[in-house]
């Protein structure tokens, strides 16, 4: 029941840049900032990206975060083997007075 | 150093109550912007959140869950409390508790634990 679509996968060599899409509404990214998360298989999710587009201390400046409207991105320089993970954006929403995260895309580093 | 560990039982069986205990430190819910979330995630499957508390006793709960949950807090103890009623199997999942910040975003997470629902 996830209100905020991501392609469910995306890919890239070494060194590539890599972009996920986060597709809201009005209610939601249109209204609130975005939040990126990554997560590793068996462990928790760690915040990668707060408010848009900021870094948390030690998140590498590979990682960046911006929105446009009712739609949102992560992008990923300089893609390295360890980035290998799942990414879920998020965002508070007025109309359900929750909190959504999207669907969630695997990133794989070829 | 702020950390968040989740508790309770590893299987519950369907129609039961879950009862989740969330002990944290480092930090204050009464502290002006600090807030507690519950969210889990099924097996293979998204992240799904579930309600939230903040340090004056505000609470936000799932539009499709509201009528199962119930979101506490112990100050004194540190703990934030999760109820849900009425589990069935389609509940199984690892549920987290983290601190949320600002205009919402979870910063640190607990490691997460592991619900079934089975009979």
């Known amino acids: 029941q996830s209100v905020l679509t991501q392609p469910p996968s995306a890919s890239g060599t070494p060194g590539q840049r890599v972009t996920i899409s986060c597709s809201g509404s009005s209610s939601n990214i249109g209204s609130n900032t975005v939040n990126w998360y990554q997560q590793f298989p068996g462990t928790a999710p760690k915040l990668l990206i707060y408010s848009n587009n900021q870094r948390p201390s030690g998140v590498p400046d590979r990682f960046s975060g911006s929105k446009s409207g009712t739609s949102a991105s992560l992008a990923i320089s300089g893609l390295q083997s360890e980035d290998e993970a799942d990414y879920y954006c998020?965002?508070?929403?007025?109309?359900?007075?929750?909190?959504?995260f999207g669907t969630g895309t695997k990133v794989t580093v070829l | 150093q702020v950390t968040l560990k989740e508790s309770g039982p590893a299987l519950v069986k369907p129609t039961q109550t879950l009862t989740l205990t969330c002990t944290f430190s480092?930090?204050?819910?009464?502290?002006?912007?600090?807030?507690a979330s519950w969210i889990r995630q099924p097996p293979g499957k998204a992240l799904e959140w579930l309600a939230r508390?903040?340090?004056?006793?505000?609470?936000f709960y799932s539009t499709s869950l509201k009528t199962r949950l119930t979101i506490s807090k112990d100050t004194s103890k540190n703990q934030v409390v999760l109820t849900m009623t009425n589990m069935d199997p389609v509940d199984t999942a690892t549920y987290y508790c983290?601190?949320?910040?600002?205009?919402?975003?979870?910063?640190?997470w607990g490691q997460g634990t592991l619900v079934t629902v089975s009979s």
């Open positions: 983290a601190r949320g910040r600002g205009s919402i975003f979870f910063d640190y």
């Open positions: 480092g930090f204050s819910l009464s502290t002006s912007g600090m807030r």
């Open positions: 508390i903040d340090g004056d006793e505000d609470k």
């Open positions: 998020a965002a508070w929403d007025d109309n359900l007075n929750g909190y959504v």
